[in-house]
């Protein structure tokens, strides 16, 4: 089983960026996708961002394409969302995981998907 860390989050103004970071153990990452998520206290966890294995495919939530994008390096077990235009409503602890059953519908649903990290905290400041 993956296990997943997340780190990159922080305090940043609006329109800035931040690149998260989610690093996994495991011989085998090279073969999952990956998802990127973000919930809020009393909220549902939303997807926000996928990758197929290779990068090959990539998947955003409508409010983030354009401004945010997924990338993966497996030689260094590390797949990235990089968040540009940052807007105070992206504010959130962010997520990554892998699919339970290595692959995903389109949106990504939250409960296809396991190995949960612990989460980095974005917050984008007005």
């Known amino acids: 089983q993956v296990q997943l860390v997340e780190s990159g989050g922080g305090l940043v103004q609006a329109g800035g960026s931040l690149r998260l970071s989610c690093a996994a153990s495991?011989?085998?990452?090279?073969?999952?996708?990956m998802g990127w998520f973000r919930q809020n206290p009393g909220k549902e966890r939303d997807f926000v961002a996928a990758t197929s294995w290779s990068s090959g495919n990539t998947y955003y939530r409508d409010s983030v394409k354009g401004r945010f994008s997924i990338s993966r390096d497996n030689a260094k077990n590390t797949v990235y969302l990089q968040m540009n235009s940052l807007k105070p409503e992206d504010t959130a602890v962010y997520y990554c995981?892998?699919?339970?059953?290595?692959?995903?519908?389109?949106?990504?649903?939250?409960?296809?998907?396991?190995?949960w990290g612990q989460g980095t905290q974005v917050t984008v400041s007005s």
């Open positions: 495991g011989r085998t990452f090279a073969m999952y996708a």
């Open positions: 995981a892998v699919p339970i059953r290595g692959n995903f519908a389109v949106p990504p649903d939250p409960a296809d998907f396991g190995s």
